[in-house]
């Protein structure tokens, strides 16, 4: 029963082979099939069927991240910590907070049922949470992704942060 769910669920993969580390054998069993990494991905174990050797794949839907330049790169947890964490300087935002922010965001991203996002779509994403976590770190942010040029794009942005929060209370 379990190997028939691990069958279907990897039927939109099926023809694209996954070969054995150690042989290069096209064909192996699954064993084990896990759910990881809150629901985004699929551990399975997989024990080859010609020289037997166990291995573990993991299958990621992925998302391309489309830069403002055109360039296409593969969605990165960790990059979009690196740029709010740089945002967070300074203040006491603790790491866990920066890696809950980067699950919201990727869900929030992923929800639109798209293989492919704008990297401004991100920065957007990013905005309220960040918001909730460190006003300063916001404005930071903000600054960057809304290219501010003037002291005067800064208050109008803290007008409407404010405004934003009355209407959160
Ligand atoms: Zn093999």
Known sequence: MAAQ????AAAPWRGVPVYCPFCHNEQSRVIDSRVVDAGTAIRRRRECTNCSGRFTTVEKAVLLVVKRNGITEPFSRDKLIRGVRRACQGRHVPDDALKR????????????GSSQVNAND?????LEPLRHL?????????????????????????RLMKRRDRADS
């Open 5 to 8: 769910a691990a069958v279907v």
């Open 134 to 158: 460190d006003e300063v770190a916001y404005l930071r942010f903000a600054s960057v992704y809304k290219s501010f040029e003037s002291a005067d794009d800064f208050e109008s942005e803290i």
């Open 122 to 126: 991100i920065g957007l994403a990013i």
């Open 101 to 112: 922010l980067a699950q919201e965001v990727e869900e929030t991203v992923r929800s639109h």
